[in-house]
T-cell receptor, first 113, second 114 residues
Framework: NAGVTQTPKFQVLKTGQSMTLQCAQD?????MSWYRQDPGMGLRLIHY???????DQGEVPNGYNVSRSTTEDFPLRLLSAAPSQTSVYFC????????????FGPGTRLTVT | GQQVMQIPQYQHVQEGEDFTTYCNSS?????IQWYKQRPGGHPVFLIQ?????EVKKQKRLTFQFGEAKKNSSLHITATQTTDVGTYFC??????????????FGQGTILTVHP
């Protein structure tokens, strides 16, 4: 099993550009989530999904969209990138919701100039 | 929304010294998880605590969940250079409607001087 994979590993965007961060897992996990990590602020939940076709907002959803058309994939879309979205983004999955251990992907380091 | 406060933000120790990080919540927690993130890496699950007053050990690591299920601690005995990294707690409110929302603490960055 590859576990949780994320692409790309690094990305530089200009303000106003849009892009999609990809996340996939091959463990048949129902629960998937996106976090951003900024210095001194821990991991903040952006969006999460408890199953295919079901998504919900986390703490910091503004400026991001998600969809979950399959169990395996959970892409994160930045609609119009802003410098405040410069961060490291982690995707995670788990067999169930928050009572199960989360498996994290390697992360995407995004810089918006 | 739910907040989980984690202290200290930084801890510098000499190899062989002990280390403790604390997580506190103003609301009762359903469970608490602990993760470790090595520099440049991703968070890796260490353990989950569910019961009031629960204590679990993993070699030199001791995890505790408070009696009121509002706080937790991670204690490392006799630190080694391999313990370097950021330690996070993560928790979900008990009885809330925010099913699926796991809130992370800010993390404690541990450095170990050989």
């Amino acid at each position: 099993n590859a576990g949780v994979t994320q692409t790309p590993k690094f990305q530089v965007l200009k303000t106003g550009q849009s892009m999609t961060l990809q996340c996939a897992q091959d463990m048949n996990h129902e629960y998937m989530s996106w976090y951003r990590q900024d210095p001194g602020m821990g991991l903040r939940l952006i969006h999460y999904s408890v199953g295919a076709g079901i998504t919900d907002q986390g703490e910091v959803p503004n400026g991001y969209n998600v969809s979950r058309s399959t169990t395996e994939d959970f892409p994160l879309r930045l609609l119009s990138a802003a410098p405040s979205q410069t961060s490291v983004y982690f995707c995670a999955s788990s067999p169930g919701a928050a009572t199960y251990e989360q498996y994290f992907g390697p992360g995407t380091r995004l810089t918006v100039t | 929304g739910q907040q989980v406060m984690q202290i200290p933000q930084y801890q510098h120790v000499q190899e062989g010294e002990d280390f403790t990080t604390y997580c506190n919540s103003s609301t009762t927690l359903s469970n608490i998880q602990w993760y470790k993130q090595r520099p440049g890496g991703h968070p890796v699950f260490l353990i989950q605590l569910v019961k009031s007053g629960e204590v679990k050990k993993q070699k030199r690591l001791t995890f505790q969940f408070g009696e009121a299920k509002k706080n937790s601690s991670l204690h490392i005995t006799a630190t080694q250079t391999t313990d370097v990294g950021t330690y996070f707690c993560a928790a979900r409110n008990a009885g809330g409607t925010s099913y699926g929302k796991l809130t992370f603490g800010q993390g404690t960055i541990l450095t170990v001087h050989p």
